[in-house]
């Protein structure tokens, strides 16, 4: 079985930092593109940023210049650092991964999600 478990998160005032990390787990043969989404309250999940295997990175314009996504793949982690935090980044993340099993099926996997809560 191959899991995603999600830690970091919580409560920041505006202008300040949080971070968020994501670990899979279990009989992994490779991961591929690695993501972090959002979804706040009434609105649809949203991809905030991702990251190639080979380290290209994307991210929506909202956070740009400000969240920085990374992974470590001997730890098969990734990474979301989000500074200068805003009201506006209220919501719940979630990781994503596109993850090749040892047996050779292609899973696409979502971590928990983790609150991140940015008062004004």
């Known amino acids: 079985q191959v899991q995603m478990v999600e830690s970091g998160g919580g409560w920041v005032q505006a202008g300040g930092s949080l971070s968020l990390s994501c670990a899979a787990s279990?009989?992994?043969?490779?991961?591929?593109?690695m993501a972090w989404y959002r979804q706040a309250p009434g609105k649809q999940r949203e991809l905030v940023a991702r990251i190639t295997s080979g380290g290209s990175t994307a991210y929506v314009d909202s956070v740009k210049g400000r969240f920085t996504i990374s992974r470590d793949n001997a730890k098969n982690t990734v990474y979301l650092q989000m500074n200068s935090l805003k009201p506006e980044d209220t919501a719940v993340y979630y990781c994503n991964a596109g993850v090749v099993a040892t047996s050779r099926s292609c899973l696409g996997l979502w971590g928990q999600g983790s609150l991140v809560t940015v008062s004004s």
């Open positions: 279990g009989s992994i043969f490779s991961i591929d593109n």
